[in-house]
Nanobody
């Protein structure tokens, strides 16, 4: 069964940096887009950044120029380098992957458990 394991969240002061990691474990026929979403208290879960298996990336406007998503296809890992963090970046960050399962080549969406990021003023 495919699972996503996140790490790297924590507490940082405004202007600081954090690097999130997400490792996909288990086996799938194929792994398509992977990405990071975030959810602040009382708000909906929004896309932060995503990256295709061809390493094309796109970002939410609010993080462009500050966050960088990267991907290691050989290890099935993605990263989110977050620089110049702001208090409004405070949220739980979730890893996401769109996979094709071995069983009937079923398309699935997989979520990680979330890792909290807190940015103090």
């Amino acid at each position: 069964q495919v699972q996503l394991v996140e790490s790297g969240g924590g507490l940082v002061q405004a202007g600081g940096s954090l690097r999130l990691s997400c490792a996909l474990t288990g086996s799938a026929f194929g792994i398509n887009d992977m990405g990071w979403y975030r959810q602040a208290p009382g708000k909906q879960r929004d896309l932060v950044a995503e990256i295709t298996k061809f390493l094309d990336a796109r970002y939410a406007d609010s993080v462009k120029g500050r966050f960088t998503i990267s991907r290691d296809n050989g290890r099935n890992v993605i990263y989110l380098q977050m620089n110049n963090l702001k208090p409004e970046d405070t949220a739980v960050y979730y890893c996401n992957a769109r996979v094709v399962q071995w069983e009937m080549h079923r398309h699935d969406e997989v979520w990680g458990q979330g890792t909290p990021v807190t940015v103090s003023p």
